[in-house]
């Protein structure tokens, strides 16, 4: 029996393994990550060898096979690819960060110089860019062999080390198999590495892509094939379905849609991105906290990666693989984060740009995503000022005019049956000079349809949009202006009237009651606390009265969200317009000739006041807002003849 050659590391590799082993990787699955990609980079070498050089075919199917033995405290993995020379096992296994793959393309490139052919690199997917996984073997072992036989070579070879700073190299008597056997000793407490289960485990959750089938007592671990390295036209719609769901974990159902990207400038990746059909939050489970898998030439970095889509798009699943990466020498994270943003920005504008397409080529596909995730996509308005146009193009909102087409009838699916409007379908329809785009918000379509806000555009022909998620208005009011229109909400006293919708200078104005400026005064006096002023309305033709919001504040139904959400905040006064000719102000003009109605009219301003504030959402005095109630229904009772004539 042949005595083994006994080989110190070129480095002080006591001293390096100690930092690969407890400081480089951050858990211990990784080392067989390292030890699966190293075996899937022999076989990508050996396929391609066969390709070329047909004195090495022999069709053995080219795999990985794991082989745990629970007695003997031992790990086996398994491969038969090109395998090792005496040599190469001094060099690759000696040398810290000597990486045989490297080497291998150096060689496939200087060959390919000499013939006149093109480089062999884009085919071959080889992992291993540091040469130093391999070593991750020791966090699991605490004696390492590696059997071998390259396929150039009749016999085989022995290395074994305990990581100590010495290695030995013996011949193998007898038949060894082409490829390499890397069988790990284990410690003590790494009993777990012959568990088939928590190894099935691992390597579907780091390895599932692995272009070689990896086998666990006959079973295939990895049958889910990389599709988003396929061309997307040569992928089905049941194989999406299919990725999918083992993506998911979501047995039963389809995406709603998906995005097959490919992409070789600026950055060069490949990527699946699914939307799912439902939108959990909306059903009260919390904010959806998933990420992207990010991955390197199939094989998983980050199965978790939040830097790839921004929040407001955190609804998606999907896979980015890209082979420029600049991972660390554990390849677990990235060395340089600058290139995630650049990639970021790529997703982020396909993704908007495919919701676009979406909206025009699937409306009822659109329409169903809007109603699950609109109120996410919204806030993105206020996150990425970048794509905030893009956003903005993709929002949807109920108005005059859809409510106009189909009437609103109290329940959810009716209200879902409303035509959506957008915000260039809104400019489209927009009136002669035109320079603002209106919206009024507020909790209910039925109560913003009949707001007394919206006489006179409805007078004036003008399209309002309708805000009844509190998120929209925070939208609008980021953006402040679309296409150059300013976004301003109609109770707003900056709303400007387009000169074309002016009535006819000849059109004869009904004259004010008398006595209006009286009336006037006494809700002035009556209010004096509540409004900045009380002044005549030339914008109701029905209702008795409106608030306005003075220049510069925010619209009513945001500061009913502030009142809720700040314990210490208080609504700006606002004013008070009065309509001369409503039947209720006419007769008080009236009544105001005797001044023993002085207080009646005063608590008549009192009650419109509050009645404005419970239409616009907002709560009045309470008590005080019953109490006036209750003194008019005794009034009025009062009034009644009980007399049976």
Avoid at 349 to 366: N, W, Y
Avoid at 412 to 421: D, H, T
Avoid at 544 to 573: F, I, R, W
Wanted: charged share 25%; hydrophobic share 35%; proline share 5%.
């Amino acid at each position: 029996m042949s005595q083994p050659q006994e080989f110190t590391f070129q480095t002080e590799i006591k001293q390096l393994l100690h930092i690969l082993s407890h400081s480089l990787y951050q858990n211990r699955e990784i080392a067989l990550r390292e030890l699966i990609s190293n075996a899937s980079d022999s076989l990508n070498k050996l396929r391609h060898i066969q390709l070329s050089e047909e004195q090495y075919r022999d069709g053995a199917p080219l795999e990985i096979t794991l082989e745990p033995d629970k007695e003997a405290k031992l790990l086996v993995i398994r491969d038969n690819g090109v395998g090792l020379t005496h040599d190469e096992l001094v060099q690759n296994l000696g040398t810290i960060a000597h990486s045989g793959s490297k080497e291998f393309l150096r060689s496939l490139s200087a060959k390919a110089e000499e013939t006149g052919g093109e480089t062999p690199s884009a085919d071959l997917s080889l992992i291993g860019q540091f040469g130093v996984g391999f070593y991750a073997a020791f966090m699991l072992a605490d004696r390492v062999e590696v059997v071998t036989r390259s396929y150039r070579e009749q016999s085989g070879w022995r290395w074994e080390s305990d990581g100590s700073g010495r290695f030995s190299i013996t011949p193998v008597e007898g038949d060894v198999p082409r490829g390499a056997q890397i069988r790990l000793h284990l410690k003590d407490d790494m009993d777990e590495f012959t568990d088939p289960h928590r190894l099935k485990f691992i390597v579907r959750k780091y390895s599932t892509f692995v272009p070689h089938p990896i086998k666990l007592a006959e079973e295939t671990l990895n049958e889910q094939k990389p599709i988003w390295v396929e061309p997307k036209n040569q992928v089905t719609e049941e194989q999406h379905t299919g990725f999918y769901q083992w993506l998911t974990h979501h047995s039963d159902e389809s995406p709603l849609w998906h995005l097959h990207l490919s992409s070789d400038s600026p950055i060069q990746f490949h990527s699946i991105l699914y939307c799912p059909p439902t939108n959990f939050e909306l059903m009260g489970f919390g904010n959806i906290e998933h990420g992207i898998n990010l991955c390197a030439k199939r094989i998983l970095v980050q199965d978790d990666c939040r830097d790839l889509l921004p929040e407001y798009l955190r609804f998606l699943y999907g896979v980015v693989d890209s082979a420029d990466l600049p991972l660390n020498v554990s390849r677990e994270t990235l060395q340089d984060h600058k290139l995630l943003p650049k990639l970021k920005r790529v997703l982020v504008k396909k993704v908007l740009d495919h919701l676009a397409s979406l909206a025009e080529e699937q409306p009822e596909t659109f329409k169903t995503f809007y109603q699950q995730f609109g109120p996410i996509l919204r806030t993105g308005i206020g996150q990425d000022f970048e794509n905030r146009e893009r956003i903005a193009k993709l929002m949807r909102f109920h108005s005059t005019h859809s409510v106009e087409q189909t009437p609103i009838v109290t329940g959810g699916e009716e209200k879902a049956a409303l035509p959506a409007v957008s915000l260039d379908a809104y400019l489209q329809r927009a009136v002669e000079g035109q320079k603002q785009i209106y919206y009024l918000s507020g909790p209910d379509l039925n109560a913003l349809s009949r707001h007394p806000h919206l006489e006179a555009f409805r007078k004036r022909h003008l399209e309002v949009l309708f805000l009844d998620d509190p998120i929209d208005e925070f939208a609008l009011t980021q953006m402040r202006q679309y296409e150059k229109k300013d976004l301003i909400s109609i109770d707003s006293s900056e709303v400007e009237f387009p000169e074309s919708t002016n009535p006819p200078a000849d059109e004869v104005l009904k004259p004010k009651p008398k006595n209006f400026t009286r009336v006037l005064e006494l809700f002035r006096g009556a209010l004096d606390s509540k409004v900045t002023d009380v002044l005549e309305s030339s914008r109701l033709t029905e209702s008795a009265c409106c608030l306005v919001n003075p220049q510069g504040t925010m619209s009513n139904q945001l500061q009913k969200v502030l009142s809720h959400t700040m314990k210490d905040y208080e609504s700006p006064k606002r004013l008070m317009e009065v309509n001369p000719h409503a039947a209720l102000v006419t007769r008080l003009c009236e009544l105001s000739n005797n001044s023993d109605n002085d207080e009646f009219i005063r608590d008549c301003g009192r009650q419109l006041y509050a009645n404005a504030l419970i239409l616009d959402g907002m709560i009045p005095d309470v008590e005080e807002t019953t109490t006036r109630a209750m003194k008019f229904m005794e009034e009025l009772a009062r009034t009644k003849t009980a007399i049976v004539i």
